[in-house]
T-cell receptor
Framework: GESVGLHLPTLSVQEGDNSIINCAYS??????FIWYKQESGKGPQFIID?????DKRQGQRVTVLLNKTVKHLSLQIAATQPGDSAVYFC????????????FGAGTILRVKS | DAGITQSPRHKVTETGTPVTLRCHQT?????MYWYRQDPGHGLRLIHY???????DKGEVSDGYSVSRSKTEDFLLTLESATSSQTSVYFC????????????FGSGTRLTVV
């Protein structure tokens, strides 16, 4: 697949453990955030989103936390599985940027069996 | 990915030649986007469209042009390909702009030699 992972931070976890992937954003006026998952050779897939009027949102095995004070976003994956191995991106909608998302560089998640 | 198709999936071209990548959607979504993805980088916006014949530049638009003559098709053209345009190109679609995120295609891997 495409070598999009060069120089990206890597998180290695044991199968069954919980994973926490972090993302810092720069614009305090950003009001909408999304986490995407990208498997090798595929396009990014939507995982979960959160708006700035929320601190936490839960999905199936995933939770997104938003700390606006320090401009930090995290994705928690419960009971990590081998199929969770991928590159994870956060994306934000910045004020004044219209209907466009700005993506972070990504984090590689490797799940060890 | 359901509803969005990119073509070709792979292409090798020579420096100085024109190249056109196609994104086709069957979702009748208003918004369409072209991103490029390079090792160690997140997705960077090249151009986007908010309707037929309505397009605008993104952050890395130099050397690229786009056209959208029909709702379903969004074309990305490299007028004179350069080695710096070797990349993986992703098209994305959205019904409501950034709300609920984008749906991405599977990507086109372009190599300029």
């Amino acid at each position: 697949g495409e070598s999009v992972g060069l120089h990206l931070p890597t998180l290695s976890v044991q199968e069954g453990d919980n994973s926490i992937i972090n993302c810092a954003y720069s614009n305090s006026a950003s009001d909408y955030f999304i986490w995407y998952k990208q498997e090798s050779g595929k396009g990014p897939q939507f995982i979960i989103d959160i708006r700035s009027n929320m601190d936490k949102r839960q999905g199936q095995r995933v939770t997104v936390l938003l700390n606006k004070t320090v401009k930090h976003l995290s994705l928690q994956i419960a009971a990590t599985q081998p199929g969770d191995s991928a590159v994870y991106f956060c994306a934000e909608n910045r004020e004044g940027y219209g209907n466009k998302l700005v993506f972070g560089a990504g984090t590689i998640l490797r799940v060890k069996s | 990915d359901a509803g969005i198709t990119q073509s070709p999936r792979h292409k090798v071209t020579e420096t100085g030649t024109p190249v056109t990548l196609r994104c086709h959607q069957t979702e009748n979504h208003r918004y369409m986007y072209w991103y490029r993805q390079d090792p160690g980088h997140g997705l960077r916006l090249i151009h986007y469209s908010y309707g037929v014949k309505d397009t605008d530049k993104g952050e890395v638009s130099d050397g690229y042009s786009v056209s959208r003559s029909k709702t379903e098709d969004f074309l990305l053209t490299l007028e004179s390909a350069t080695s710096s345009q070797t990349s993986v190109y992703f098209c994305a679609i959205s019904e409501n702009g950034v709300n609920y995120g984008y749906t991405f295609g599977s990507g086109t891997r372009l190599t300029v030699v």
